[in-house]
């Protein structure tokens, strides 16, 4: 899934407000005064690389990219419909910015912005005008900097109070910008709060699979894969081609969200209560192997881009949480090994209560 053209970066006002649909989730811009950005992006490529190998988000990892427009730019953004993924994706920027002079900002895919967002008792009048907000506020050293804070609008029209990007980041360049210290403290705050475990590693579990041979470095190279693969297949427990053995298969073991692991789990408890028993392991292989056949069924499609999937070998049967945490802890980003929260699951009991923890972790 690529990413959507950054041409839209430099109009005059937004695309949504023109008319014109923007795709989903969230879109970053990272920009750098006076200094090399190709060696900012190889740092925030490896700054990302233990999440883009190991961290089962839900539908496609972050994608970026090094753009020389009218200005040089680092352009990425995440496809996603967990806001628990989302809320990472933020974090690891917050602490990027924390390492790295840069200026990042960030949005969703329909102009909003997303930090003020999250602290919206605490914003000036003139920053609830249309389009006023856009664009001026950044992350910047760990904490929520406002471009031309001092220029208080007076006038709610529409399209005059925007501040194209190219202006907004001359307006850094040239130091016009303030830390808003209320605003920065709520959004570093709910930033840095992770509920379960750091980087919510707590809701990840390692989980074994039975996968077709074939499939195999799909799975290995692309964890995010099984989220996909999931989404496609549904929740069609009735569906008969899961009482089919996969051939050929290969047992790996890989990390998994609290979203997928469930959403098996309930699946597989109502086969249950028809009489089908099935393991995890196996109803997993199998569905993520019809969920495979579904996508690429839909070839013609943006969701189906072959260029997403990483065919390069490995060594290894697995890619799961241990590895991962390991990594983290050897760039002192995590003090120790974070358990699987198994706690969640007897919380939880009835079907009603996980729904409703589930949808927490969803955008709607």
Known sequence: MDLPDSSDLWETAPLEFQGTSIARGSRFVIVLPNEDLPSLYKHWEEWLEPFNTYYPWNNNKPRFKLIKDKIEYIYGGLTSDLEIDDNLLYSLLLEFSTIHNCFIHLWDGGNEEIRLALAYEHLEPWMNYPLAGNNRSWLY???????????????????DNFLPLN???????NHDHKIHQEISQKIVSILNTYEYGKYNLGVIFDQSILVHKNEKQYILNNPWFVGRAVTAFGSDSFD????????????INVAISLVVLSEIRAIQSSLRSRGIVIEVDILLGRIIHLGKQTLESKVHEATTDTNEIEYQSTDTNHTGRQKF??????????DKIVPEDESIFQYTQSGEDMDILLNSFKLF
């Open 240 to 251: 008969s081609r899961l009482k089919e053995e996969v051939v050929e298969a290969e047992t």
């Open 141 to 159: 050293k760990g904490q929520v900097t406002i471009v031309n804070l001092h220029q208080e609008i007076k006038d709610s029209s529409t399209e």
């Open 325 to 334: 945490q390991e990594i983290l802890i050897s760039q002192q980003r995590l």
């Open 167 to 173: 202006r907004a980041i001359a307006q850094l360049f």
